[in-house]
């Protein structure tokens, strides 16, 4: 999986967890130049950002930084709403599959060239010849555009029949291979933004972290020192230039969350993207500090290759019963960040009339519970009892919140004959080994791209790896899942949940333990910072009091 699946670490206002922190209550629509408001702001970024290359921004880290120096189509804002950038109207054919859009014709690069039509076209294009492992984002083109996944690798020159194309300077036009209720909502994702061959050349990205190359968005880079600071300075051909106030923004590299406190505590940052659950507990910060996320926590079992037990549903189902998923909430102690998630999908998500996703769903009825002794007794029609344990190992990287959960987890299981092996490893080495499933059960978690359910869904189906690693899933979710799409309203959405009702209650292939919110810390009267639904912020409009 790319980085996208895996940095699981946050999202959106539309949480029921939101703190009504000052920061949420404006999309920064009150103009530039307010008195008092500082020039010079700086932020927290918790580690070292990628490629700046849209292409290439895989991870909530980078996107730190690309927020402020691309402009998107789109942008989703802190109810997981998609709000218009650069496309000022669209239009969408009857039969779905063609979208036209409509590009402001005053927007500009930072070096005063118009932004055009053709320049989307490149920039896609260019993202289908990258390839799966550079581009994170690209399964967002190749599901969905018109002949895009058989160029995958080739030259944009080669590319004339994917269905993307200018029409004019300021209308692009975008066709789809089927229909997709929701692709607006994918269009805030990078690989979707405008490029120029001068500047950003096929397959480099080296371009991107030396500074002098003009930008779409708010600032542009004047420093990049990717283990200390980026320093950008306000883009004045930036299409909203009016309302951004600050004149120079500071992204400082701060990976550690205690130090990131400490400077905001001493006031070398304004803000900080990295905040721990543990200010929830303190009375200086409690105030300065706003929750906000739609992100689970879940176990993925290798039903497959791995352990044999793992392939019998009925001993998934005991793992699924065997858990009591307060354990979770009380270990972690931190407020309302944390809640018990009893489906696949957190809470955050829209149903059909606007109500949350997951909460309609519990209330019809839970898909997992705590039920220990019904656990034991799937776990002895396996063949498992207390003389014959069945053993494990659980995989996971460190940090304070893996420690935990898995401490609960080996714990939990302790109760229904199952003996856990816990097994750490770097970030990196443990996400390829969760790729090509060099585990029995491991961690996983997921923060939304965009706020539809579908978003989570996909990640269960066969289909979304292109790479065909996937150890779950099978052909029945996917037709499930595609059936949806040919679906309007109360009907699709009422398939997204037999979808998720056939993956987690009936297959057990993964299993949800629970959900949360990320942390931010930000100056007392601080507005205008935009925390969207893909785990990351934008400041182009932020407001914050000297």
Request: proline share 3%.
């Amino acid at each position: 999986m790319t980085f996208k699946k895996l940095f699981a670490i946050l999202l959106s206002l539309l949480m029921v967890l939101s703190l009504a922190a000052c920061g949420n209550k404006n999309n920064g629509n009150n103009g530039g130049g307010s008195k008092g408001a500082k020039t010079t702001f700086t932020y927290a970024v918790g580690g070292e950002p990628t490629y700046l290359d849209p292409a290439q921004c895989g991870d909530s880290v980078t996107a730190e930084i690309t927020n402020e120096i691309w402009y998107p189509l789109f942008y989703l804002v802190e109810t997981g709403e998609v709000e218009n950038g650069h496309c000022i109207s669209h239009e969408v054919s009857d039969d779905g599959l063609v979208y036209t859009f409509h590009l402001d014709p005053n927007s500009k690069w930072s070096d005063g060239v118009a932004i055009t039509a053709d320049q989307y076209v490149y920039g896609i294009k260019r993202c289908i010849g990258y390839g799966y492992d550079e581009v994170g984002y690209l399964t967002m083109i190749t599901n969905y555009i018109v002949n895009a996944e058989k160029h995958v690798g080739e030259a944009v020159a080669d590319m004339d029949d994917v269905g993307v194309k200018a029409i004019d300077d300021n209308t692009l036009e975008i066709t789809l291979n089927a229909k997709c209720p929701f692709f607006i909502s994918l269009l805030p994702t990078p690989v979707f933004a405008a490029l120029r061959p001068d500047i950003a050349p096929e397959k480099d990205s080296e371009w991107s972290n030396t500074v002098g190359y003009p930008t779409t968005g708010a600032f542009v880079p004047t420093k990049i020192d990717s283990a200390n600071e980026f320093i950008m300075e306000k883009n004045p051909y930036f299409a909203h230039a009016d309302k951004v106030i600050v004149e120079t923004m500071i992204a400082k590299i701060i990976a550690s969350e205690e130090a990131a406190q400490m400077a905001f505590q001493t006031g070398e940052i304004d803000y900080s993207t990295i905040a721990s659950s543990d200010v929830m507990n303190n009375a200086e910060l409690k105030d300065q500090a706003e929750v906000w996320g739609q992100i689970n926590y879940y176990m993925n079992v290798n039903c497959f290759t791995a352990n044999d037990a793992l392939k019998d549903r009925n001993v998934r189902r005991a793992i699924q019963l065997g858990i009591d998923r307060s354990a979770f909430v009380t270990a972690f102690d931190a407020g309302e960040v944390y809640y018990e998630l009893y489906g696949f999908i957190p809470k955050g998500l829209p149903d059909h009339d606007g109500t949350d996703f997951r909460t309609n769903a519990d209330n019809d009825h839970k898909l997992v519970y705590t039920d220990k002794e019904e656990a034991k007794k799937l776990m002895e029609a396996a063949g498992f009892n207390e003389n014959n344990r069945l053993a494990l190992t659980y995989s996971y990287n460190q940090n304070s919140m893996h420690d935990l959960a898995a401490a609960v987890i080996a714990e939990q299981l302790k109760d229904i004959y199952i003996d856990v092996t816990l097994s750490t490893a770097e970030l990196r080495t443990f996400f390829d080994d969760r790729s090509y499933g060099r585990y029995d059960i491991c961690r996983n978690a997921f923060s939304a791209d965009y706020a539809d359910p579908w978003n989570y869904l996909e990640l269960i189906a066969v289909y979304n790896d292109p790479e065909g690693r996937t150890f779950f899933g099978d052909e029945k979710y996917d037709s499930i899942l595609f059936e949806s799409m040919e679906l309007e309203g109360e009907a699709r959405f009422a398939k997204l949940h037999e979808a998720e009702q056939y993956a987690v209650e009936e297959m057990c292939y993964n299993i949800p333990l629970f959900g949360y919110g990320t942390v931010s810390l930000q100056k007392t009267g601080t507005t205008g910072v935009i925390n969207n639904p893909q785990a990351n912020h934008i400041f182009w409009y932020v407001n914050c009091p000297e």
